[in-house]
């Protein structure tokens, strides 16, 4: 009796241990679950600033300059500033471009760009909204500033054929982007545009 009391006894604790790892997170699920919260916490501060649009651009602002300074006292990494200042204008052209291309889309097929005054207005609908066009910004410059700590990006270069380049690029593609601009007659700035309030309305 007694030893068979001790091995049910051994069996119960044997059981008992194997089920202990098991009952208890492993690291992976603690990270995942910490990088969750972080995530989630992180996303509700950037939701908490889409409103803010004045101060976002100057915080912006402010982290360009930090990098500008950075380049301009390190004298090199200026192969990361041309890369950057590539991703700048791709994302500038995004930001000005339509959602919908009207040399790709058929206009008879959906809603498009109006093209007459008579026209109904229709809202000019980007392709890359401006809180995804800061907020890209915004990580390149901290992306390219952190960049600038490592050796390994400060590639021996002329600066000046680079910043010449650049503007050569520059220059043709937001002429490409007004002569498609003029060609579609599109404004993506809301300056100027007809706005109607309540008394039109109720007037018509």
Not at 35 to 52: A, C, E, I, M, N
Not at 53 to 72: C, E, I, N
Not at 92 to 114: A, R
Not at 166 to 172: A, D, E, G, K, S
Request: aromatic share 16%; proline share 6%; hydrophobic share 45%.
């Amino acid at each position: 009796m007694d030893t068979g009391a001790a091995g049910v006894g051994l069996a119960a604790s044997s059981s008992s241990s194997a089920e202990d790892p098991s009952s208890r997170g492993s690291p992976l699920d603690a990270v995942q679950a910490w990088s969750f919260g972080v995530s989630r916490r992180y996303q509700h501060l950037l939701d908490k600033t889409t409103p803010h649009v004045l101060h976002r651009w100057l915080g912006t602002l402010g982290v360009a300059l930090v990098y500008v300074l950075r380049v301009y006292f390190v004298q090199g990494f200026y192969i990361v500033s041309y890369g950057l200042g590539i991703y700048l204008l791709n994302l500038l052209i995004g930001f000005l471009s339509p959602q919908v291309d009207p040399e790709i889309h058929d206009l008879s097929d959906g809603p498009g760009l109006p093209t007459r005054g008579s026209d109904e207005f229709r809202p000019f609908v980007r392709r890359l909204p401006e809180f995804k066009f800061w907020y890209s910004i915004t990580k390149a410059f901290c992306v390219a500033f952190v960049m600038t700590f490592f050796s390994a990006f400060d590639v021996p270069v002329f600066w000046p054929i680079l910043l010449f380049y650049w503007l050569v690029l520059f220059v043709l593609t937001m002429r490409r982007q007004i002569v498609h601009m003029i060609k579609y007659k599109y404004v993506p700035f809301s300056i100027g545009k007809q706005r109607y309030d309540r008394k039109k309305a109720s007037a018509l």
